[in-house]
């Protein structure tokens, strides 16, 4: 597919190669740029469905895109400021879809890269509203955050994880970032160590092993 589209260029030269392009001012993305990136990440959702061969998990379009246009006015507006705080809530908006396994794997297509762009936006300025709108977004999402200091306390992790896919993608993503403070988490820390089995030394050599009460 050839970029054709300020959002699309963006979006295909992130998920090829970690790099993001900032345009010298916001664009309205149109109802066409949105069928053309639903139809791309249904591609990309089907290479990387490869890793899990799960039949019951597929991309939902919506979300995917939804996430996409999150992650491309974040971006924008780390650099175009100006008169933009009003608009915040319409750039960036509310998920109407869904919160399943389904969802959370086609948001993170995208939204795997927006914690470098909140850890950008607090170093400029941590009172910056979008900040505070881009967190709950990854608390919300928080596969997509793993490695980004969260508040997550009031998850219950044997319900989260209880599928069974969606839990091998989130510790083999919390050994990859070496998030400690996900690995410390009691219940994560016992599947952790239970997967590990003789060879932890070799995934994991310091991280703890934390008594879970069983």
Excluded at 76 to 89: F, G, H, P, S, V
Excluded at 154 to 180: F, G, H, P, Q, S
């Amino acid at each position: 597919m050839e970029p054709k589209s300020p959002f699309l260029d963006t979006i295909f030269l992130l998920r090829k190669s970690s790099c993001i392009t900032v345009f010298s001012n916001l664009q309205e993305i149109s109802k066409k740029e949105e069928q053309e990136a639903g139809d791309y990440f249904e591609t990309e959702f089907e290479k990387e469905r490869l890793e899990f061969l799960s039949s019951e998990i597929h991309c939902q379009k919506e979300t995917a895109v939804w996430a996409a246009k999150v992650l491309y006015y974040s971006a924008q507006l780390y650099l175009i400021r100006e008169n933009t705080a009003k608009d915040l809530d319409k750039l960036i908006p509310k998920l109407k879809a869904p919160y399943d396994t389904s969802s959370i794997l086609s948001a993170d297509l995208s939204l795997r890269f927006l914690p470098q762009i909140a850890s950008l936006l607090h170093t400029a300025d941590p009172n910056d509203p979008l900040v505070k709108i881009l967190e709950n977004i990854l608390t919300q999402f928080h596969y997509s955050g793993i490695g980004y200091h969260l508040n997550l306390e009031k998850i219950n992790w044997e319900k989260e994880l209880k599928d069974k896919t969606y839990r091998k993608l989130y510790l083999e993503r919390i050994v990859e970032k070496k998030a400690y403070e996900l690995a410390e988490i009691p219940y994560i820390n016992k599947l952790l160590i239970a997967e590990f089995g003789l060879h932890k030394e070799t995934y994991w050599r310091d991280l703890k092993i934390v008594e879970h009460g069983d």
